[in-house]
């Protein structure tokens, strides 16, 4: 079964940094496109940040640009996205997704195959 679980969200006042883990089981991040999304309070699914094993290509939304990173851990079947210098439009639920084409980090499309259940992330201003 392919399994996806976030980590590493909670409370933090703007300015601060927060690390999201992503841990996968059933299948190997090698060899797939992965990513993070979020959803704030009465606003659309939006993507944040992806790469895709194949190419390598690596995409980040604009508001994140320079504060958020993207980095796995191919040994650990791990995931994470390192969150700094955290404002409160940032507060949100985070999902971590997976697609099996290793290309398919594109910030047009967001519709993968695998979502974890999503972890909170709130910043206090």
């Known amino acids: 079964e392919v399994q996806l679980v976030e980590s590493g969200g909670g409370l933090v006042q703007a300015g601060g940094s927060l690390r999201l883990s992503c841990a996968a089981s059933g299948f190997r991040f090698d060899g797939y496109a992965i990513g993070w999304a979020r959803r704030a309070p009465g606003k659309v699914r939006e993507g944040v940040s992806c790469i895709s094993s194949g190419d390598g290509t690596t995409w980040y939304v604009d508001s994140v640009k320079g504060r958020f990173t993207i980095s796995s851990d191919t040994a650990k079947n791990t995931m994470y996205l390192q969150m700094n210098d955290l404002k409160p439009e940032d507060t949100a639920v985070y999902y971590c997704?997976?697609?099996?084409?290793?290309?398919?980090?594109?910030?047009?499309?967001?519709?993968?195959?695998?979502w974890g259940q999503g972890t909170q992330v709130t910043v206090s201003s």
């Open positions: 997704v997976a697609h099996p084409n290793p290309d398919y980090c594109a910030g047009y499309r967001w519709e993968y195959d695998y």
